[in-house]
């Protein structure tokens, strides 16, 4: 997507060890006029996909997500990074070790907001090694419901997630595709 790889050259800066800083407008910072246009080219990728359901991970991923469920017309679902007081113990469970964070989370979504009959999309900031991919595609299979695919703004193509969850059978349609990157500069595929 043009406007989105236009505002990454704009705006972001690469940081040492393979991390991409666009907090500007994506993850902290959020413009909500290129979420939504970002969420209309999701729509539009996935058009005919009878999608019922956006499941995402807390955080960075919530804005883009709601904006999908609202031009999809469905509920948006976003698995917690950790179980707090007001949420029932009767839970879909996986690990998803965090490439920015650095660290592992058990994360977590309440049974009654996936079912088997659920066609989800899956909607994330960043695609890098695959892991948050791979655990909420985990949620979505335990509770019996389908996968449809996956929409992520940035994919670090060179980080390899995309490329092995494709290998696998997974759709994912990438907004911005990320051949590589140095300490400096970055390029597109």
């Known amino acids: 997507m043009e406007l989105l790889e236009q505002r990454i050259l704009s705006e972001g800066r690469v940081l040492p060890g393979g991390v991409l800083k666009i907090d500007s407008f994506l993850n902290h910072q959020m413009d909500p006029v290129l979420m939504h246009e970002m969420a209309l080219e999701l729509k539009r990728l996935y058009e005919g996909q009878e999608i019922n359901k956006v499941l995402t991970i807390e955080a960075s ?3 883009l997500a709601i904006m999908a469920g609202y031009e999809l017309g ?11 007081k007001n949420i029932s113990d009767d839970l879909y469970k996986v690990e998803v070790e965090s490439f920015t964070h650095g660290k592992t989370n058990t994360v977590v979504v309440a049974k009654q ?3 088997p009959e659920d066609k989800v999309l899956i909607v994330d900031d960043f695609l890098a090694t695959g892991a ?3 655990g909420l595609k985990g949620l979505v299979e335990q509770a019996g419901g389908t ?4 929409g992520i703004a940035v994919e670090k193509v060179f980080q390899g997630g995309g490329n092995l969850l494709r290998s696998q059978g997974m759709r994912i349609e990438s907004l911005a595709m990320i051949a590589s990157m140095d300490d400096t500069s970055l390029t597109f595929c």
């Not at 469905?74 to 917690?80: D, E, I, L, T």
């Not at 996968?147 to 996956?150: D, K, L, N, S």
């Open 132 to 134: 948050a991919l791979i």
């Open 113 to 115: 907001f996936i079912n």
């Open 74 to 84: 469905c509920p948006v679902v976003f698995a917690k990074k950790s179980k707090t």
């Open 147 to 150: 996968v449809v695919g996956a």
């Open 61 to 63: 991923g919530i804005a």
